[in-house]
């Protein structure tokens, strides 16, 4: 069976549906570019991707093979089977206007990931002020052990790259092509993924 790569431009973002024992590759085709992914119990959309919860059970931030995400009813929802990358945020929120507004002072601010994710998600019923912190594929966010202070660096992965997760569960998955310039070390490029 032929498995088309589906391509989501710079500065954009999708949702589809994904099913229990389904495999999702989320690609960085150019590399150093950021995918923020959020996910939905597809029967019940008040279950969905929970950060806190994930990383209080992992107990550590940085998360790789064999790592549950969790959703806030603690239950799995996606489980890290294969990571060529090592490094990814489950820390900060998706970028939106005032994320360029506050922290860049943009004055005609683009809607970001947050805006992308919820155009995206509203056909499925999902409405933004539901959007949890996404898990930031390829993101790399270094924090100072000692003050907490945290830095956005560029992204580790190269080009074809890829972080593969098998779904514990049905899903809508939204997924974007990052916007923010920090976060994808200062260039827009697009981001691919494969459901099979």
């Known amino acids: 069976m032929l498995l ?11 949702a589809f ?7 999702l590759t989320v690609i960085d085709p150019q590399g150093e570019q950021v995918a923020d992914l959020l996910c939905f119990n597809a029967h019940d959309i008040g279950e969905a991707l929970s950060s806190g919860r994930t990383l ?4 550590r931030i940085y998360l790789t093979t064999g790592d549950p995400l969790y959703s806030n009813r603690s239950n799995v929802m996606l489980e890290i089977v294969e990571d060529m990358v090592g490094r990814h945020d489950f820390l900060l929120t998706p970028c939106s206007k005032d994320t360029f507004r506050i922290i860049y002072g943009d004055t005609d601010p683009h809607q970001g990931c947050f805006g992308n994710l919820a155009g995206a998600l509203e056909p499925f019923g999902v409405l933004p002020d539901a959007i949890p912190i996404a898990f930031n594929c390829f993101m790399n966010v270094s924090v100072d052990g000692t003050t907490g202070a945290i830095s956005v660096l560029p992204p580790l992965s190269k080009p074809g790259d890829y972080i593969k997760f098998i779904a514990r569960m049905d899903l809508i998955v939204g997924l974007t092509a990052c916007s923010a310039l920090q976060s994808n070390n200062g260039r827009f490029k697009p981001i691919e993924y494969l459901v099979e």
Not at 17 to 23: D, F, L, P, R, S
Not at 56 to 59: F, P, R, V
Request: no cysteine.
């Open 4 to 14: 088309e790569t589906m391509h989501i431009a710079p500065r954009t973002g999708t």
């Open 56 to 59: 209080d059970y992992a107990s």
């Open 17 to 23: 549906k994904v099913g229990a024992g389904q495999t």
